[in-house]
């Protein structure tokens, strides 16, 4: 056998993995395609199921009345009326604030509350500490449905019925269970020896807590604050119960004057669940801004 047929023969020996190379790349870079796009469609999927209620509520509240009605998935003719109505005839505006109210009462005596409770948990030693953290969490499990009597007596023994102060005392109660437990992982996440130092440089314990402590659980008290609003914001059955008085109304309650014995107002009640949302959605935004920022100075200070 000649030298050219020799180097013929390597050649087609050592050239073959070398020309299978390109068509294992195409079948992975086929593969990592089609698992992009299998991700994306669901992905697309899960979108338009989340969304779509959304969509449906904005297209009934800016619908006319007929339209709304019918429960169409395409808007036709664009109008207010169905918001000015509710803002007007339907009061609601008075219910806005009345939630507004019970919300600030709500998230301000769970924050503190909280966070008080969270602090003496974590860091002081007293007999019956684990139990006490337990019978917290009992209570949470408790349904709301058994503790509406016993609250109701409560509040009317204390002459708070018919007030956004009692109504807002109760919610307080019914978020602290969870709202200590949320605070209390974020305080004791905090080294000890961070208050330590502060103490040997001389600081007070009221001192300590402001300036060390509090910036390090800021993250923790945004969060209980979200969950504490989204309760006072979205009660119904306490809010219905302790409420015989139309002008004491939450929205949730006042919701329920669109919704009647044989037909629903739909434009009507899709306008008013949208003026329920924003609140919420604004009241998101803005805190969310503050709990990543908590969360990096908490980051740079530990």
């Avoid at 395609?33 to 979108?47: E, F, I, M, P, S």
């Avoid at 429960?71 to 009345?98: A, S, W």
């Avoid at 684990?130 to 949470?140: G, N, R």
Wanted: net charge positive; aromatic share 10%; hydrophobic share 55%.
């Amino acid at each position: 056998m000649d030298t050219t047929t020799a180097a013929a023969a390597a050649d087609r020996g050592t050239s073959r993995p070398e020309r299978d190379r390109p068509t294992r790349r195409g079948r992975g870079r086929a593969a990592r395609r089609a698992a992009a796009a299998a991700k994306a469609a669901g992905v697309a999927v899960l979108l338009l199921f989340t969304l779509f209620p959304v969509y449906f509520m904005l297209v009934s509240a800016f619908s006319d009345r007929s339209t709304a009605s019918t429960g169409t998935l395409l808007p036709t003719d664009l109008t207010v009326d169905n918001f000015v109505y509710v803002m007007t005839e339907g009061d609601f505006g008075r219910y806005m604030l009345n939630s507004l109210g019970v919300a600030a009462v709500t998230v301000a005596g769970a924050c503190v509350l909280a966070l008080l409770a969270a602090v003496a948990v974590a860091r002081f030693r007293f007999r019956m500490r684990t139990a006490v953290l337990v019978m917290v969490l009992v209570v949470q499990m408790v349904p709301l449905e058994a503790l509406v009597i016993p609250l109701f007596l409560q509040v009317r023994d204390l002459g708070m019925l018919n007030t956004l102060l009692g109504l807002g005392v109760v919610y307080v109660a019914l978020s602290l269970p969870l709202a200590v437990w949320m605070m209390r992982g974020f305080v004791a996440a905090v080294p000890a020896e961070v208050e330590e130092a502060a103490y040997i440089d001389g600081a007070s314990w009221p001192r300590m807590f402001w300036s060390v402590l509090f910036p390090l659980v800021a993250p923790g008290l945004v969060a209980t604050a979200i969950f504490a609003f989204i309760i006072a914001w979205n009660e119904f059955v306490l809010a219905l119960t302790f409420m015989t008085r139309s002008e004491n109304y939450t929205v949730a309650v006042g919701l329920r004057q669109f919704f009647g014995q044989y037909a629903n107002d739909w434009g009507h009640v899709m306008a008013a669940s949208t003026l329920i949302t924003l609140p919420v959605m604004v009241f998101f935004v803005l805190v969310q801004r503050w709990l990543v920022s908590g969360l990096v100075q908490g980051a740079v200070k530990g």
